[in-house]
């Protein structure tokens, strides 16, 4: 699994930060937590929250920013985790979780004007969820991460549902029982 920061520009031209978590055999993304002042005290305690979530996994990889402690990666090792720093300069070390936090820009916030914390949170619970549920990914032969299978073609005569997600942002689809 691994880690990193996604920082976000709100209207009233204030920063927020937000920490995501992404196993990498599922693809399953965590939204851990947001502020506008990341703290070391913050970030330990986002991590006390997620790290029983995340015992057995094998790797925790995240980058060599300051805001990551020793008291961060203490949390994760006494699940079992190993935790790995990137390289100095090497954005490809972390590259699953760079590109997951490309994607919820691309598809998600890039679309957006973002009010504040709360109105960030509940965007990014609901992408997420979406994300995890009906996101198809490559990697995965084109399912989810929550690993449902993708639903079989229909007949003909069967109908399409749509179900709109942020506001009609991004679509879903499924056919009729």
């Known amino acids: 699994m691994a880690c990193d920061f996604l920082t976000v520009d709100t209207v009233l031209l204030r920063r927020l930060y937000v920490l995501i978590f992404i196993e990498h055999a599922t693809r399953r993304v965590h939204l851990s937590g947001i502020t506008a002042n990341p703290t070391k005290a913050w970030v330990t305690q986002r991590a006390r929250e997620l790290s029983p979530r ?16 020793r008291s961060f990666d203490e949390v994760f090792a006494a699940e079992g985790l190993e935790v790995i720093r990137t390289p100095v300069r090497a954005p490809r070390a972390n590259s699953i979780c760079e590109r997951v936090v490309g994607t919820i820009r691309r598809e998600c916030l890039d679309g957006m004007l973002i009010l504040g914390v709360g109105h960030l949170d509940q965007v990014l619970t609901e992408y997420i969820a979406h994300y995890n549920r009906h996101r198809p990914h490559w990697s995965l032969d084109q399912r989810p991460p929550d690993g449902t299978a993708v639903s079989s073609p229909q007949r003909a005569d069967s109908a399409l549902i749509r179900q709109d997600v942020l506001g009609g942002l991004i679509h879903e689809y499924q056919w009729a029982a």
């Open 54 to 69: 995340f015992a057995g996994l094998g790797y925790l990889i995240h980058g060599r920013d300051a805001i990551f402690t």
